[in-house]
């Protein structure tokens, strides 16, 4: 069977089209907050402080700390539509790890051997 020209590029931009969107999900379900962790409200546009605190306390998402650039927040994310919510007031939620969360390894005590 020969294919026409067209029919290949179109193929070929099916395939990039693919991978774009593949990539996206990717890098989405890397950044996006998982409901009860922390997550960074990055202000997208003019939106201010006010507002994300507005949004904090329609949602009960408690603040965990502040960045040290000033405008951003680290809140903790307590369901899924609220992350949605924090988008429609103009705060793109990012995943982040709290200052007062400690990694899993930090947390393990290793009992010292008594000598002889």
Do not use: K
């Not at 201010?48 to 700390?65: C, N, Y």
Request: with cysteine; glycine share 6%.
């Amino acid at each position: 069977m020969i294919y026409a020209p067209t029919t290949a590029v179109v193929r070929y931009l099916l395939v990039g089209l693919h991978g774009i969107a593949a990539s996206l999900a990717l890098a989405i379900s890397v950044i996006w907050p998982v409901p009860g962790n922390a997550a960074m409200l990055v202000p997208l546009g003019l939106t201010g402080r006010t507002q994300a605190f507005v949004w904090m306390s329609q949602h009960d998402a408690r603040l965990l700390a502040t960045e040290a650039a000033g405008e951003r927040l680290i809140v903790s994310i307590p369901t899924s539509l609220s992350a949605l919510s924090a988008l429609a007031h103009g705060y793109l939620p990012v995943a982040a790890q709290a200052a007062s969360c400690e990694p899993p390894a930090s947390r393990l005590t290793i009992p010292e051997r008594s000598r002889p």
